[in-house]
């Protein structure tokens, strides 16, 4: 069922943001989201590399979503609407992106160009969260 890794990790990643704050599940998300584009590099040579990928992409990016939803729940409750309305409209505008350079990529050199661009994406927002991690750890 597409979709179902992401929901059944849901509660696990809240309970985590709880005990440990929102950066270790963002790291973990990251990290999930990566693997899952290095099991797609494999996805030319049979379809189950394309549903391993597929379920580590979903826990990804629902771990990384939970994170920051959860940190924003946490934000003054009279400024908690807007936060959530900036915060969904990057991510609506992030997935436009991705669909544009993800199109993009497939017409110009099919699912290997696919892959690389995603992996891209997956290594800026890694390495954007280490280095938020970091500047707050000071």
Known sequence: IPGAAGVLIARSV???VDRR?????????????????????FGTLSVVPIVIGADLLDIGIR?????????????????RART???????????NAIGAGVGSFAWTSGGWL???????????????LSLRQGRSEAR
């Open 21 to 41: 704050g929102p950066r270790l599940a963002v790291t973990i998300g990251c990290a999930c989201v990566l693997a899952a584009f290095v099991a797609f590099s």
């Open 113 to 127: 160009w696919v892959v690389a661009s995603g992996t891209i994406f997956a290594l800026l927002a890694t390495v």
């Open 14 to 16: 809240g309970n985590l």
């Open 63 to 79: 771990a990384s979503q939970v994170a920051n939803q959860s940190f924003l729940a946490h934000v003054d409750a009279s400024l």
């Open 84 to 94: 959530n309305m900036i915060f969904m409209a990057h991510v609506f505008t992030g």
